[in-house]
Structures are given as C-alpha cells and as structure tokens.
C-alpha cells in the first residue's frame, strides 16, 4: 500500500483513476467506497489501493456485501495483496 491520503484526495483521486465513471457500469460516480472497512484499519484506510469509485446503486450493493472485496478489487485491476489489518 502506498501513503495515507486525506479523505479529499482519497476520493478525487477514486474518481479520476476510473475517469469519473462506476466501477461497475457507465453512471457517474458519486461515492468512493473504501473495499475494505475503515474500521479496519488503525489510520482509516485512505489509501487509494482501498477506493473504488461507484454510482448509489452499486454503492449500496457493496455496503450490504452483495458485492464481494474480490469482485471489487477485480473490477478496477487491483491485484496487490490485500494490507494486514
């Protein structure tokens, strides 16, 4: 995992990484879900390897875990390990 970002950079860059689209499918996004939960991690979790970028429907989907880490990860190529939490 690279550094720890603020929670503006964390979704400015969520979105700019998926140009502004969902994850998921071609809606705007308008939330940057961390994959792994916040509380998870002693500093927050803001990292951008932890973001994805997702309209509400999908982000809704992935907050009532109908939508795997996994499946997440995949859908925006993230491959790195997942950080010990």
């Known amino acids: 995992m690279k550094s720890l970002l603020t ?4 979704k400015r860059l969520v979105f700019e ?10 809606l705007p996004c308008v939330d940057a879900h961390h994959i792994l939960e916040r509380k ?3 500093d927050g979790g803001y990292y951008l390897d932890n973001g994805i970028g ?6 809704l989907l992935l ?3 109908e939508i795997s880490v996994e499946e997440a990860r995949k859908a925006i190529g993230i491959k790195n390990e997942l950080p010990r939490h």
């Open 63 to 65: 907050e009532k875990d």
């Open 40 to 42: 998870l991690f002693d």
């Open 17 to 26: 990484r998926q140009n502004y689209v969902c994850a998921f499918c071609q």
């Open 54 to 59: 997702v309209c509400s429907k999908h982000h």
């Open 7 to 10: 929670r503006k950079k964390f």
